[in-house]
């Protein structure tokens, strides 16, 4: 069984008065994400990832192609007790306060009644709302909307998490602190489908990412292959204050800082540079492949195809 | 009722509570029953029946200010403000949150016109201290009212379901004020001929009929309410809300939560 599965997911919307022109929010989606995979959704604004999360939710209905989740259709509410969803820029009731509305989804997620105050005061501890739980929302920061936006996904104790855009709205203490939860939920073994734009904090969490662009899926990968490709480069460092000739005449990036010098050159320069460095006694301080990044690959993804006319949400 | 459904009519009672503007129009009610104390003071002989008049009449204006007012955004603000998203991602049938909020308003618009009965026996307890003979029939008339409140909550459901709040508004009341002349209506019906007849017939019996709930006169001049009108409006406003709400269930069943 896998977490989530669409096969062939589509999404048109019909627009305009008479509904006769259309907007392809969604291309034909085929992907799958393993139980207790941390996976990334990656795309600019506007690529179709909020419309991917609103399908999977059953909040928009597909044009095309179906979906599973944990192995049962997506309008099973067996399945919708077994996940959490965080919104976008999260809105909540704001007449009530953090501890009245954990209580409020407890009850409609189910929480047994014995269960719920105690489940609703170790999430709002979770996400450092402790001192919070009797203020009403309409008196939260954004940072703090978005706290209780996660307390609520995982407050009944789901097995699948989905976040869309969980980072956004925090300061760099609350983005580190969602991160750690994020890595929390994985080493309890729940399955994490997030959406950003964010690549680092891809990079620092997720195990697999998808690439989203105008509606269509541009690639995925795990994200430690992907990083690991290199490009035929090598990156020395050495101790130093200008760049030795001969290593200026292969032609790389060359940068001075202080006493250090850095040089990007290709692989087949290596052993040469090497010896040059060893002639004019320089210290050699490291000598790395160059990877690939993220950014990189992401960056590749987006490039132009033939196909992006007409694509938004 | 399941309790998801309790859990939503509930949550949807506190917002209407915790909401001042509320409050506003529940003081408003109030204020218009001192007036018809006033009203009633300078009406010599006749106070009893303007104050049961003005007062229940007002007590079916600003209930039916507060269904509107309240009704067309129960869905749509859900939608607009995105906090409909985190209920039906949790096991949250469709027709259960509809079903949940109509309630939830109903529950509302009992406990609102309790207060301002409380206000319209007040005033009538000032102007005429006593309130036998008149209560049974007061509390019958009020009754009735809460029934139109019913119908009222299911329209601007319905219309709000498809339409925006403005134009939900627009229709909700101007289905209440057609309503309240259907007697007048299906009057006409009977006296046209051909199609037009036909449509005229169609027409009258299609909107709701809010003057067979409307026995505020009648209460005012002491006169007594039928014992199968209570019946056959009872089951008149259930059935009628039953097929509004569920319109509503059927067409947000089908929409894309954008």
């Known amino acids: ?313 | 009722m399941n309790s998801r459904i309790a859990h939503i009519a509930f949550n949807t009672f506190r917002e209407a509570v915790r909401d001042r503007v509320l409050y506003n129009l529940i003081a408003f009610a109030l204020l218009l029953s001192g007036a018809a104390i006033l009203v009633g003071q300078i009406s010599i002989g006749i106070e009893r029946l303007v104050v049961v008049n003005l007062g229940l009449t007002a007590v079916t204006l600003f209930g039916v200010v507060i269904a509107i007012f309240i009704g067309i955004g129960l869905v749509s603000k859900e939608i607009e403000k995105r906090t409909l998203f985190t209920v039906l991602s949790r096991p949250v049938q469709r027709w259960e949150f509809v079903v949940g909020k109509f309630f939830g308003l109903t529950g509302t618009l009992v406990v609102n016109t309790l207060f301002m009965a409380i206000g319209v026996f007040l005033a009538l307890l000032y102007v005429v201290h006593r309130l036998e003979p008149a209560a049974v029939g007061i509390l019958t008339a009020l009754y009735f009212i809460v029934l139109q409140f019913l119908i009222v909550c299911s329209l601007a459901l319905l219309f709000s379901s498809f339409s925006s709040p403005m134009l939900a508004a627009v229709f909700t009341f101007a289905l209440f004020v057609i309503g309240n002349l259907s007697e007048d209506l299906r009057g006409f019906a009977a006296v046209v001929k051909g199609i037009g007849g036909l449509i005229a017939t169609a027409v009258a019996y299609l909107v709701p009929n809010f003057s067979a709930l409307n026995v505020i006169s009648q209460v005012a001049h002491g006169e007594a309410v039928a014992g199968r009108l209570i019946v056959y409006n009872s089951l008149y406003a259930l059935l009628y809300s039953a097929m509004a709400v569920s319109g509503a269930v059927l067409i947000f069943q089908r929409r894309n939560l954008k």
């Open chain 1, 1 to 313: 069984m896998v977490a989530i599965e669409t096969t062939n997911l589509e999404k048109v919307y019909a627009i305009g008065f008479w509904r006769k022109k259309t907007r392809t929010a969604l291309r034909p989606l085929n992907l799958t994400v393993e139980i207790g995979e941390v996976f990334g959704f990656l795309g600019p604004n506007g690529a179709g990832k909020t419309t991917t999360l609103k399908l999977l939710m059953g909040l928009v209905f597909p044009t095309a192609g179906t979906a599973r989740i944990l192995g049962m259709e997506i309008d099973d509410p067996v399945v919708k007790a077994q996940i959490g969803f965080l919104p976008e820029q999260p809105y909540f009731y704001d007449y009530l306060t953090a501890k009245e509305l954990l209580e409020y989804y407890a009850q409609l997620s189910g929480v047994p009644p014995k269960e719920r105050s105690g489940r609703v005061e170790k999430m709002l501890g979770r996400v450092g709302l402790r001192d919070a739980g009797r203020v009403q929302l309409r008196k939260f920061s954004k940072g703090m909307l978005q706290r209780v936006g996660l307390a609520q996904a995982i407050l009944h104790d789901p097995k699948l998490v989905f976040l869309d855009e969980p980072m956004s709205g925090l300061d760099p203490t609350g983005r580190r602190e969602v991160r750690e939860l994020i890595q929390q939920l994985q080493h309890e073994g729940r399955t994490v489908f997030f959406s950003t734009h964010i690549l680092s904090d891809a990079e620092a969490l997720c195990d697999r990412v998808a690439v989203i662009h105008q509606g269509e899926l541009r690639g995925v990968g795990a994200v430690a292959d992907l990083t690991s490709q290199v490009h035929g480069k090598v990156e020395i460092i050495f101790a130093g204050r200008t760049v030795p000739s001969g290593l200026a005449s292969f032609g790389g990036q060359t940068h001075v800082s202080g006493d250090v010098v850095s040089a990007v050159l290709s692989e087949e320069h290596q052993d040469t540079a090497l010896e040059i460095l060893r002639r004019e006694r320089c210290r050699l301080i490291s000598l790395t492949p160059v990877r690939r990044s993220l950014e990189e690959y992401y960056v590749q993804k987006l490039q132009p195809t033939d196909v992006g006319k007409g694509v938004g949400a």
